[in-house]
């Protein structure tokens, strides 16, 4: 069964940091490129970041770009995404999710998606 | 960046309705769009990719449309199931943006 299990949220003050991680399971981690996805209490997606199947391209929404970073370690099947420099605006649902891929074809757009873990910046 | 634009932002119909949901894109994006489900409390689901191919296990009431910068997401005959917030999102090109979403509810 393919799997997505994030962790590290939690409550953090304003200027602060976290590291997300998502584990995943029952797929070819390394064939396939990661995002995160977050959701702001009653509002609606925003894309995050991405990053390519090898880990060397990362993408970045230009409300986070120079305060989050996203990497991931094929050996160990988990995308990681740091969070720096958090805002109360940063408060959300973060979902880890697979990109789609198929016969040699890969995009970032995603089919399988993680429960969720939990960010809140507040003082 | 591209901006993805979706209309009505919230919609109210009966059981059995047709139901169109569209998406503009600020520039083109070819078949580059996929379409979300967000039923009530939960993840994301993929409905729809390339603009009009359904995803595996999706009922076939679903169906897309369009290409260059407008989209349509029509559910043929609404079920009460159907309850949910509906994203497009644009993968042609990053930053990888969703739409603002559009609340589906039935009458």
Redesign the interface.
């Known amino acids: 069964e393919v799997q997505l299990v994030e962790s590290g949220g939690g409550l953090v003050q304003p200027g602060g940091s976290l590291r997300l991680s998502c584990a995943a399971s029952g797929f070819t981690f390394s064939s396939y490129s990661m995002?995160w996805?977050r959701q702001a209490p009653g509002k609606?997606?925003?894309?995050v970041s991405?990053i390519s199947d090898s880990g060397l391209t990362p993408?970045?929404?230009?409300s986070v770009k120079g305060r989050f970073t996203i990497s991931r370690d094929n050996s160990e099947n988990t995308v990681f995404l740091q969070l720096k420099s958090l805002r109360p605006e940063d408060t959300a649902i973060y979902?880890c999710?697979k990109g789609?891929g198929s016969r040699g074809y890969y995009?970032?757009?995603?089919?399988v998606?993680?429960?969720?873990t939990t960010v809140a910046v507040s003082s | 960046d591209i901006q993805m634009t979706q209309s009505p932002s919230s919609l109210s119909a009966s059981v059995g309705d047709r139901v169109t949901i569209t998406c503009r894109a600020s520039q083109g994006i070819s078949s580059y769009l996929a379409w979300y489900q967000q039923k009530p409390g939960k993840v994301p689901k993929l409905l729809i990719y390339a603009a009009s191919t359904l995803q595996s296990g999706v009922p076939s009431r679903f169906s897309g449309s369009g290409s260059g910068t407008d989209f349509t997401l029509t559910i043929s005959s609404l079920q009460p199931e159907d309850v949910a917030a509906y994203y497009c999102q644009n993968y042609y090109s990053a930053p990888y943006s969703f739409g603002l979403g559009t609340k589906l509810e039935v009458k």
């Open positions: 995002s996805v609606g997606l925003e894309w991405a993408y970045y929404a230009d979902y999710a789609w995009y970032y757009f995603m089919d998606w993680g429960k969720g």
